[in-house]
């Protein structure tokens, strides 16, 4: 079965630049997490969605990210316009539909997201 | 604010040794538990899952506990091998109508099995 997918893998782009990242889930899950990894600040929740929708869109840094699901095979992160600050490995998760933490969450393998 | 505290330092031991990680918090009432694993280059990988009403849980040679009075909860490798070394994270769930799928993750710990 496939996996998450996460697209591109890296990207290298200089500030100022808008970058959109994709995400397909697992067909048949309902929640959609995006994170961001830091060495400094871990592995942080930025924005989830539930059967399309957002839920929590509290961990978004600033205006300049924006996330959205049009389906529920699709999502992307953009990031408008973008900053040096912003270079992380961003994840993209789902899970099948429950409450609080009770679904483990599958995990793509990340877009290596650098700004110079 | 939420906390959750994971060992920042490796963890190193040798091959056949049982390795025990910890994850601790504060100012959470989880109500189910996660452990994650992380190898360079990939993302995390579901382990495990306990919930608050257990005391114990264990996959193989896996094993986890949660003290929700102490407000911790141990992740233990035993017969450890060089192949589980990787970068363990711990993540906590609520119950609500507000927290549908959200976890919190600790830092994590890397781990390093010497042959």
């Known amino acids: 079965d496939a996996g998450v997918i996460q697209s591109p893998r890296h990207e290298v782009t200089e500030m100022g630049q808008e970058v959109t990242l994709r995400c397909k889930p697992i067909?048949?899950?309902?929640?959609l997490f995006w994170y961001r990894q830091t060495m400094m600040r871990g592995l942080e929740l930025l924005i989830y969605f539930n059967n399309n929708v957002p839920i929590d869109d509290s961990g978004m840094p600033e205006d300049r990210f924006s996330a959205k699901m049009p389906n529920a095979s699709f999502s992307t992160l953009k990031i408008q316009p973008s900053e040096p600050r912003d270079s992380a490995v961003y994840f993209c998760?789902?899970?099948?539909?429950?409450?609080?933490?009770?679904?483990?969450?599958?995990f793509g393998d990340g877009t290596r997201l650098s700004i110079l | 604010s939420q906390k959750i505290e994971q060992n920042s330092e490796a963890l190193n031991i040798q091959e056949g040794k049982t390795a025990t990680l910890t994850c601790n918090y504060t100012?959470?009432?989880?109500?189910?538990l996660q452990w994650y694993r992380q190898d360079p280059g990939r993302g995390p990988v579901f382990l495990l899952l306990?919930?608050?009403?257990?005391k114990e849980k264990r996959k193989e040679r896996l094993k986890v506990t949660f003290d929700t009075t102490l407000k911790q909860s141990l992740f233990h490798i035993t017969a450890s091998q060089p192949a589980d070394s990787a970068t363990y994270l711990c993540?906590?769930?609520?119950?609500?109508?507000?927290?549908?799928?959200?976890?919190?993750f600790g830092q994590g710990t890397t781990l390093q099995v010497k042959p």
């Open positions: 067909s048949g899950h309902n929640s």
């Open positions: 100012n959470y009432s989880p109500a189910y």
């Open positions: 306990i919930r608050e009403n257990e």
């Open positions: 998760a789902s899970s099948p539909t429950g409450t609080g933490g009770r679904q483990p969450q599958h």
């Open positions: 993540a906590l769930g609520a119950v609500g109508s507000s927290n549908t799928g959200k976890l919190i």
